[in-house]
């Protein structure tokens, strides 16, 4: 990118584009010489940070919630295009299926695409909402994500701490919604107001090939009516849109959602083509087109354009809000505590 | 849709997993990269040197700006690092650099302290962002890193070796700032010299445990590049930001009489090199040393020293939050003792200011009725003064109408007084007459002048009657 660029000595703005294009990286003898004095190099920093991300990897764990045969291991199995959960059908026995509590089974992978390295971790929920008491069902799950926050802060904290302390703190909790058509559940609502300030939670409406399309409008309309007079934030949140832009990019994602999905890991002809979708008499669902679910739509926002949104605001919102809790509630805590006790020594085990 | 390969471990416990079609996170360093670009990068360097050494120079030939410094003087009683952030862009990258400058390093009588403000800057830097780090509420991703990055050491070009000075500084600075030694006015060194003169510099660094930065060589792209540059180590720099023609260009050099050095030539100094390695390869290798390594350690010692540990006697880990809250308690007693005893001091003061007032309400009130007696004595006094004076009065009117009843009547008791007015009166008229009977000459007037004297004897006998 040795275009040749001014250093300015300025306070201004300056304007991006969407995806920069990255310079290829400065032999010895590219580009000091040629008679260009005024470029310093500055955006050669750039470069640097890409390489050190991608020897470095990323992490990502994301949570599936929803109530079991909602097709929740299916989907990420399409989103991720690899057998990340392991197909539940090979259980004979239907009472060992269903737990008796919400269990969390967190699976970790490596995957790796165009030199970019990637620690995924699914974590799932079996056993929600399949109770005939769903009281309370939520808690597990509140405690898994804080007692991964709690790991984090753990290790913050530290005096001799890691170069790079393992990130498990739950980015995103996709949250399956069946299709019934009509509206929201006490036990959604429920959760996802609980969970929507401790996490980022993304709601989809499962099994959507089940609605045609004007079901599924109106059923999304009562779905975004219903979260927004409940007062509950799902992603992207509207309090965390940084500039114009931004909020031009998230409102329009804020008017599609819930995604209406439908996963697949089976791959068909169609038109030639070998797609994944859902085969029926009555014709070939394609799970990647616009036009039949809006999967595309989840995958690119989760995946492709939204991902590192996300962990930002898991690590800078979402992680510094339990700490402010944490650290001001244990200094309450203790201080009763150690109201009685000599000052001198004082264990508390948590 | 191509295919990818089998992925590597990134660590245990996860298994590799291969992919049947394009994801699309292929695109997360952008995304990373995107982030930056408009959260904006920051970067501070340090420059230490003698006075007139030519940071200011080498600063604005690095960045290519003029970043309006001004001289320093040679009389600075103490070394002073001066501060000054500026915001630069180039594209679409904005950069927030800090340039501190040591004033007056080197020209102090005595420079066994030299080292002492440069050490306590980098330390304080450290200091803001652990406290910021350690606070409860914090917004650590708009924070503005002031912490040293980079730390170029200017070494005067005298050919032979470092100065006792530098080799103190660099031992102290060595494990808290990444160290980029330079050699400067590298214009006066000639290059068979300059060579020796590199060798017996990195030779006595190593001598003496010096651990200067070296360029990282862990990134295969880079590998290369670094090693060649970390054996031309320290760099001979020339700074200028005059431009002098040469042949059809023109370029940043000095001109002297025998010749023109220019900045950017390769053969001429190490210029080039220097900006390469520091800007445009290892610049964010610096940042992350500086917050991996030299942070690290400071936090570490800063957190040993007010107490905290990892694990307690018993070998079981301890949360700093239990160690903190401990501390935080004893603080609080102390504050809380502290608080007692001045506030025993203050009713003590009070006590004693208390029986100050009263004492010498007591002796007001004595002089107070000193004065009252005294009052009332003199008025005792006046009173039988008054006394006295009023039976001489009584006594003087006794006498007046005792000496009025023995006068004959139309004589007052004051007879000589009236006896005086009526000798007076009695002229008066003898000379009016006289003057009247002067301008009287006819028989005519004559009788006119007896009725006058006739007037005159009856207002006379009047006014005598009125007066008895």
Redesign the interface.
Known sequence: ?S?G????????N???????H?PS????GEK??G?D??????????E????????Q??E?NLMVVGQSGLGKSTLMNT??????SRNKSVQSNPEERIPKTVEIKSI??????????????VIDTPGFGDQINNENCWQPIMKFINDQYEAYL?EE?????K?RI?DSRVHCCIYFIPPTGHCLRPLDVEFMRRLSKVVNIVPVIAKADTLTLEERDSFKQTIREELRANGIDVYPQKEFD?DAEDRMINDKIREMIPFAVVGSDQEYQVNGKRLLGRKTKWGTIEVENIAHCEFAYL??LL???????IK?ITG?IHY?TY??RR??E??GH??SL?GSLP??R???F? | MASSDVARQLDKGARPLSLAGHVGFDSLPDQLVNKSISQGFCFNILCIGETGIGKSTLMDTLFNTNFENFESSHFEPQVKLRAQTYDLQESNVRLRLTVVNTVGFGDQMNKQESYQPVVDYIDKQFETYLQEELKIKRSLHNYHDSRVHACLYFISPSGHSLKSLDLVTMKKLDSKVNIIPVIAKADTISKSELHKFKIKIMSELVSNGVQIYQFPLDDETVAKVNTTMNGHLPFAVVGSTEEVCVGNKMVKARQYPWGVVQVENEHHCDFVKLREMLICVNMEDLREQTHTRHYELYRRCKLEEMGFKDTDPECKPVSLQQTYEVKRQEFLAELQKREDEMRQVFVQRVKEKEAELKEAERQLQGRFEQLKSRHAEEKAALEEKKRLLDNDLTSFGNRKTAAALLQPPGFTVNGKKDKDRKKWVKLFCLCFTAQHSSALMANFELFFFFILIHLFYSVFQFWLHVKT
């Open positions: 990118l275009s660029s001014e250093v300015s000595l300025s306070h201004s300056m304007s991006e584009s969407a995806k920069p990255h990286p400065q032999g010895k000091s010489h008679g004095f005024s470029y310093v190099g500055i955006d050669a920093i750039l640097q940070m890409r390489r050190k991300a991608m020897k990897g990323f990502l989103l991720f295009k690899s057998k990340v970790s992978h490596d995957i790796e695409e165009k030199g970019v390295r990637m620690k995924l971790t753990q904290i530290n005096i001799n701490r170069k393992p940084e995958r690119d995946i492709r354009t939204h991902m590192q949104n930002d800078s510094e700490r402010v650290l001001n244990s200094n203790l201080e150690l000052v001198k004082a264990t508390v948590w």
